[in-house]
């Protein structure tokens, strides 16, 4: 069975640190991105790492704050986050890419796998 597990979200204050976890199973990804979803919002793109963590991508939003990691040993995937802002308080998702395609990066759609979320509160 094939599971994305996040961790590591909470509240925290703007100008703080939150460092989300995904922890996959069953299957190894193409490439692994963090998408989130605010109240009344569409999913959105925040980063994306190939399976190699050669090339990484960010959303403009998030660029210079954010930092995409993994570790295929531990078959996780990692989301750094640093000088939260109260506009990032959504739900996290993690998702797996199961073959390579040409999609972009940030194609939410390109996606095969998701986790189930985990909630990210930043107060101001």
């Known amino acids: 069975q094939v599971q994305l597990v996040e961790s590591g979200g909470g509240t925290a204050q703007a100008g703080g640190s939150l460092r989300l976890s995904c922890a996959a199973s069953?299957?190894?990804?193409?490439?692994n991105g963090w998408f989130r979803q605010a109240p009344g919002k569409e999913r959105e793109f925040v980063a994306a790492?190939?399976?190699?963590?050669?090339?990484?991508n960010y959303a403009d939003s998030v660029k210079g704050r954010f930092t995409i990691s993994r570790d295929n040993v531990k078959n996780t995937v990692y989301l750094q986050m640093n000088n939260l802002k109260p506009e990032d308080t959504a739900v996290y998702y993690c998702a797996g890419r199961a073959i390579s395609t040409i999609a972009p990066m940030a194609s939410l759609g390109s996606y095969h796998y998701w986790g189930q979320g985990t909630q990210v509160t930043v107060s101001s």
């Open positions: 790492i190939s399976r190699s963590g050669g090339i990484a």
């Open positions: 069953g299957r190894t990804f193409s490439m």
